[in-house]
């Protein structure tokens, strides 16, 4: 499998799409072993896709598409500025609050970060707040969205592993809020800090709350909806992806009144385009992940790392640092579809419960979105706020320590995130 790796670093260096990549570079593990037939890799690519699970991933993104389109963002908006506007460094506070509550609309951090840099960014800069800090606080604060149900890695990771939607999307929830907490008080520091002041002259009274509460409740249930479906059996996660976009093709079309016949097709085409990316990247890491159960990679890790600590949370640091690098280089979705059979039998090993690690799994290799060389929510926040990468690196220092502390205290009290999914499922 070295040669494996070297190929598929070559090619990333090289531009090579991420995906064909990762399909060529498997095709090398075939070249070393001329015994294995060469038809068995057409038939990699199309088992990898065939998984009942799967379908829950084309599906929501479907329903994420939907769900933008219907007109609820705007409304998430001014809902988030009712709840945090009377804060210091109000607009900034409802960013955070926003991408948790994008986090049960769209399900992909760079969509969210993209979304607010367009609607959110402009006005905040006009409001007197730091062009690079208003970006940083767009960036990081999007990184909520992928845990918050349904997270696209989330649900990749469990047909991956052979785990628990529900467990995952419950266990979500929790790592979501603890994030949208702590990066509020980040905020709160930071805004301090630069004098920024709150949006609104006074917090909102109970009759504004109720008001924006009602104009917004078909898409703050939504998550709520989905967790309950699939925890009373209503669902599976394949059938709760089919419910989410009927649920959102309803809500655009006759709650807000945004999905017409004009648009429906735009909607169509743009996740399909979504679909057919992600997809034909599961099937290519078919090919990739073939050789390394047959190499014994994950024995050969779990030998190394056992053999200098016997500590479950020092092999947990050790695993977050190899994430961080990796998702500096790697898509997040990449990440998680590669390293999953890699980390997965070392973590069981160790006692550590799959579904905290899913989430520190997906979570930190997310941040590779935010940083260089492949940023891709990075670059497209500060193209559309004109911001230097150097201004960038300089503010998102306390929102990265903030993160990776966050995961810290994740490893160290594991019982944070699974209470609920023990709570709910037993």
């Known amino acids: ?21 990762v399909g060529i570079s498997g095709v090398f593990f075939f070249l070393q072993h001329a015994e294995m037939p060469f038809n068995q890799i057409v038939q990699l690519t199309l088992t990898n896709v065939q998984s009942l699970a799967f379908l829950a991933v084309p599906l929501f993104i479907l329903a994420g598409h939907l769900m933008n389109a219907s007109g609820i963002t705007t409304r998430l908006l001014g809902f988030a500025d009712v709840l945090t506007g009377h804060m210091r460094g109000g607009m900034a506070q409802s960013s955070v609050v926003l991408s948790t509550l994008m986090g049960g609309v769209s399900g992909s951090s760079t969509a969210d970060a993209a979304m607010e840099s367009r609607i959110l960014g402009p006005s905040m800069i006009k409001a007197g707040y730091p062009r690079a800090f208003t970006a940083v606080v767009i960036g990081y604060t999007s990184l909520i969205t992928s845990t918050i149900p349904p997270g696209i890695n989330l649900i990749l990771y469990g047909t991956t592993a052979g785990i628990s939607i529900g467990r995952l999307f419950m266990a979500g929830l929790m790592v979501g809020l603890m ?39 078909w898409a703050i249930i939504f998550p709520i909806l989905l967790l309950v479906g699939i925890r009373l059996g209503l669902f599976t996660a394949t059938e709760v992806g089919a419910f989410a976009c009927v649920y959102a093709l309803c809500v655009g079309v006759f709650a807000y009144r945004m999905i017409t016949l004009q648009n429906i097709w735009e909607i169509l085409e743009n996740a399909a385009v979504d679909i057919a990316g992600i997809m034909f990247l599961v099937a290519c890491t078919g090919i990739f992940s073939y050789g390394i159960p047959i190499d014994k990679i994950p024995q050969k890790i779990t030998g190394f790392m056992m053999s200098l600590t016997d500590s479950s949370h020092m092999i947990l640091l050790m695993i977050v640092i190899c994430l961080l690098i990796f998702g500096m280089f790697i898509d997040g979705g990449i990440v998680v579809l590669l ?40 670059y497209i926040v500060c193209d ?39 709570l709910v499922y037993g």
Request: charged fraction near 15%; include cysteine; aromatic fraction near 8%.
């Open 179 to 217: 994030m949208m907490t702590a990066l509020m008080v980040t905020v709160a520091v930071c805004s301090r800090r630069k004098g920024l002041k709150p949006s609104r002259d006074r917090r909102a009274s109970v009759k504004e709350l109720y008001k924006s509460l009602c104009g917004n409740i």
């Open 384 to 422: 559309n706020l004109k911001v230097s990468l150097g201004e960038w690196m300089k503010e998102s220092v306390p929102f990265i320590l903030t993160v990776i502390l966050l995961m810290v205290v994740i490893i160290y009290f594991p019982a944070a995130v699974t209470w609920l999914p023990e």
């Open 339 to 378: 390293t999953t059979p890699i980390f997965l039998p070392l973590i069981k090993q160790i006692g550590v419960d799959p579904v905290m690690f899913g989430l520190l799994l997906c979570t930190v290799s997310c941040m590779g979105i935010l940083t260089p060389p492949v940023g891709v929510a990075m």
């Open 1 to 21: 499998m070295l040669i494996v790796f070297v190929v598929f670093l070559v090619l990333l260096i090289l531009g090579v799409p991420v995906s064909l990549s």
